[in-house]
């Protein structure tokens, strides 16, 4: 990609991004170079893109004159296609390849999977940490936990802030597994430095100016979740203002939407895997615990889920679900979670190693 097009901020990559070119494999420096003298002819500015399977050029200025059928008959060209789509920074036709994203050391993304698991809350160091070693012995590569809780009801536990963020990074000590934690308010931006997830939660997906101060504050990896009547569209506009605001680490993250059923706590469509694949070049991760609600629930939905080819998963685990302040029902006690794990790791080798 040219270093003036990298200059640019997303919103002015992508803001004019109109049409983007997929030039043939076999085609050779002189006629992309053709072609790109032609555009320029045209007053439109052309950017190359070079993934590890198609080379891509983005045009942008203004493409209504440009019949696309004129470029498509040019023999260095396979075809040109207008992006209709509002999200561009989140589109795969002009990012071809998957993307992958470290936290820290942990890469998930683009074939590098990864489970994120811990309690919904931290309650207590001794909590926290006991899971975190658990989890971590069964297999995790990153550990949750919230310290800020969003609640439906005022009078439920809303997580313990600051101490609950300190709590958590005395388990990265204890285990050097990257911490994974929801951020409610940009006031309490600055107790996130040891943090190396932030947590987008489902309340607040299109929270946009929490999005977009997000987006220009941090690089460190955002971990965007569904809102439960969110569409697909939406979830990806809302990757969108983060990536636009100067962050490209995103991460999505499906827990399920509300429907009409109430057996489950939410209805997960898993399509939303190969959907999102076709859409898009970020990584996705399935929230088991909060799509089912139960605990039980969780093991077959975490296996369906890597099996269909999602990037990772995150599942809630405390080491006494029963006195739980939080989501007891549908956690994981260690046991149950190292179970799950076992099976992930041989549907991984089946299907994807």
Do not use: W
């Not at 320029?40 to 993934?51: A, C, L, Y």
């Not at 076992?342 to 190693?353: C, D, G, N, S």
């Amino acid at each position: 990609m040219g270093r003036e097009f990298e200059s640019l901020t997303a919103h002015q990559k992508y803001g004019i991004l109109a049409m983007i070119i997929l030039i043939k494999k076999d085609a050779d420096a002189s006629q992309v170079e053709n072609l790109k003298g032609l555009l320029r002819s045209k007053n439109i500015e052309p950017h190359v893109s070079q993934g590890s399977l198609q080379t891509v050029i983005g045009c942008v200025g203004d493409v209504a004159e440009i019949d696309p059928g004129l470029i498509e008959a040019l023999d260095v060209v396979e075809s040109v296609q207008r992006i209709q789509e509002p999200y561009k920074a989140a589109n795969r036709k002009f990012h071809p390849d998957d993307t992958t994203i470290d936290c820290s050391g942990v890469k998930i993304g683009g074939g590098a999977f990864s489970v994120i698991a811990g309690p919904c809350s931290v309650e207590s160091a001794e909590q926290i940490i006991e899971v975190a070693k658990a989890v971590k012995a069964a297999g995790a590569t990153m550990l949750r936990g919230g310290a800020f809780k969003p609640r439906t009801s005022p009078y439920s536990f809303q997580g313990l802030g600051k101490l609950g963020l300190e709590m958590l990074s005395e388990a990265k000590k204890e285990t050097l597994l990257p911490i994974v934690t929801e951020l409610m308010d940009f006031a309490d931006i600055e107790l996130f430095n040891d943090v190396d997830v932030i947590q987008i939660g489902a309340r607040n997906m299109q929270n946009f100016n929490l999005l977009k101060e997000v987006g220009a504050y941090t690089k460190k990896p955002i971990l965007l979740k569904r809102g439960m009547s969110a569409t697909i569209q939406e979830l990806l506009m809302s990757a969108e203002y983060i990536m636009a605001s100067g962050n490209p680490n995103v991460i999505l993250c499906e827990r399920g939407i509300r429907t009409f059923e109430t057996t489950t706590r939410n209805t997960l469509d898993l399509s939303v895997v190969p959907v999102l694949r076709r859409l898009t070049h970020l990584p996705i991760v399935i929230d088991p615990s909060h799509a089912t609600g139960y605990s039980y629930l969780v093991d077959p939905v975490a296996v369906a889920a890597t099996a269909i080819g999602a990037d990772g998963l995150i599942i809630e685990v405390h080491n006494d679900p029963p006195r739980a302040k939080c989501d007891g029902v549908q956690s994981q006690t260690p046991a149950m979670f190292a179970s799950t794990m076992e099976k992930i790791r041989k549907v991984r080798a089946t299907l994807f190693e």
